[in-house]
């Protein structure tokens, strides 16, 4: 099934002040610590996007390999995560009374617009996106939470790229640039959207271009690798002239012969290996084992994290008691691209897209997360050669301040009672400094821009499927309102 678009907005007030200047915004995403091998664990990345007025965050799912945006409604049948877009909430709501073109059934959705922003810095109005309706599409389920960001702009045709809200941005000369910047890692996940923040990456960024997408191919966002190396540092025998993409709702790395990989000590290492039902697993009872595998991109080897990446968990779901999952999969059929480079590659690099506009096709940029267990050797590496257009497509302006989100209180606040606001258990919305900006409401009420914090509970619980990690506490369970049984006693 190919992958579809959604997006909405906020309210007049945001707009008025980034509308007349070329500006960047930097969010955070939502990552899990740890990735984890089990069919109905949310595995993906969320960024908080704004719809409607007064503005509701819906937490969309990234997907790199996409350009569709949509929400999740608020009465969706079945549909996962936790945030969803009321449609009576917003005054700038409009349906478009149409069937969305790529609905299947148990995951559909009806085309519509409205105000959709990233922060209340970028703003675009009367957005068309999705509203799904209908998500009880089992695999869907666990991969797509909440919403969809499609984070591709696709230029195989005349009408997508300009249609996308990245390109709507440029367009309207809101953006700095025509580029986001993504850190998929658990230390420091964020989404920079017209800018690059040279903060986020080590050493200097490997371009290179994305190739022509194909429909017949598997994905889009293809481009040209070297290979994948092993444990010794040389290149695992998977074929030639190898291509990849980029898939963040992916848990898993594919690759065209995983036996060359697991048959060779010298690609895996001295693991003793299971396969069991297509997962490999790695003992790990007794000592932590290492997954070796690292990705060749125009002449730089990226070392694909091992714990908590390639290396899952321990849990019930594991394939062999005493062994643990490893994201390696073999890649069933023979279109491009060769190889899937999924999260566990997107937690272990730094990642920029220069998307697509006129005269300059899309390009990803490579580099190190800032921060990251890499050495000198590994960060001072020299990609092989330089994109034929780099001095027309690739020469960025570089930020000289960070704008703050500016956040008024959302509808969804609106609706709580007013003692969820105790300055006592407030935090800024975001991790930058407090802003000072207060938000005006319609009735020009001022209110501090402070999101409240549910409060941690007072109880303990074990967490489903992994027993090793004890009892945890829960954050907003009290919250949750009560279940009522209606018992009838028969005698």
Not at 97 to 109: A, E, M, Q
Not at 270 to 298: E, H, R
């Amino acid at each position: 099934m190919s992958r579809f678009c959604v997006v909405c907005l906020f309210g007049l007030s945001a707009l008025s002040l980034s509308a007349n200047a070329s500006t960047w915004a930097t969010l955070p995403m939502r990552v899990l610590r740890s990735l984890v091998e089990a069919d109905a664990v949310f595995n993906g990345a969320t960024v908080p996007t704004y719809f409607g007025t007064p503005p509701q965050e819906v937490n969309l799912t990234v997907d790199l390999a996409a350009d569709w945006l949509a929400a999740y409604a608020y009465d969706c049948i079945l549909c996962s995560g936790g945030t969803s877009f009321n449609v009576p909430l917003s005054s700038s709501f409009q349906s478009l009374n149409s069937t969305w073109v790529n609905s299947i059934p148990g995951f559909s959705g009806t085309d519509v617009m409205d105000w959709v922003s990233f922060g209340g810095i970028l703003n675009a109005s009367d957005r068309q996106f999705v509203l799904i309706e209908s998500g009880a599409n089992y695999n869907l389920q666990s991969t797509i939470q909440n919403g969809h960001l499609g984070a591709f702009v696709n230029p195989s045709n005349d009408t997508s790229p300009s249609a996308h809200i990245f390109s709507q941005l440029y367009q309207s000369g809101q953006l700095l640039n025509p580029v986001i910047g993504f850190r998929f890692d658990p230390s420091n996940p964020k989404i920079t959207i017209g800018a690059l923040d040279p903060a986020d990456y080590d050493g200097n960024l490997n371009w290179v271009e994305i190739n022509a997408p194909n429909a017949s191919f598997d994905s889009l966002n293809t481009f040209s690798i070297d290979g994948l190396k092993g444990y010794n540092g040389s290149f695992i025998p998977v074929g030639n002239s190898l291509t990849a993409n980029l898939d963040s709702l992916a848990n898993t790395i594919t690759i065209p012969n995983i036996s060359a990989y697991i048959s060779s000590p010298g690609f895996m290492g001295p693991i003793n290996p299971v396969n069991s039902n297509g997962i490999l697993a790695y003992p790990c009872n007794v000592t932590t084992p290492y997954v070796a595998l690292s990705a060749t991109i125009n002449g730089v080897d990226y070392q694909i994290d091992s714990a908590g990446n390639l290396l899952r968990p321990y849990t019930t779901f594991s394939p062999a008691e005493g062994y643990c999952s490893v994201g390696i999969v073999n890649k069933l059929d023979t279109l491009p691209p060769s190889v899937s480079l999924g999260l566990p590659f997107l937690r272990s690099i730094y990642l920029a897209y220069r998307f697509p506009t006129d005269g300059c096709p899309g390009h990803y940029g490579f580099a190190f997360p800032a921060g990251a267990n890499r050495t000198g050797s590994q960060i001072s590496q020299t990609p092989t050669s330089t994109p034929t257009k780099s001095a027309q497509c690739l020469v960025l302006t570089s930020p000289t301040s960070t704008p703050l989100p500016f956040a008024e209180m959302t509808a969804q606040q609106q609706l709580l009672p007013s003692d969820k606001y105790n300055m006592d258990f407030m935090a800024p919305v975001s991790t930058a400094p407090a802003p000072t900006l207060t938000a005006s409401l319609s009735n020009s009420t001022a209110i501090p821009i402070f999101a409240p914090q549910p409060a941690q509970s007072p109880g303990a619980y074990s967490v489903f499927g992994m027993p090793q990690q004890g009892l945890v506490t829960l954050f907003g369970v009290d919250d949750l309102p009560q279940m009522v049984w209606n018992t009838t006693e028969v005698s």
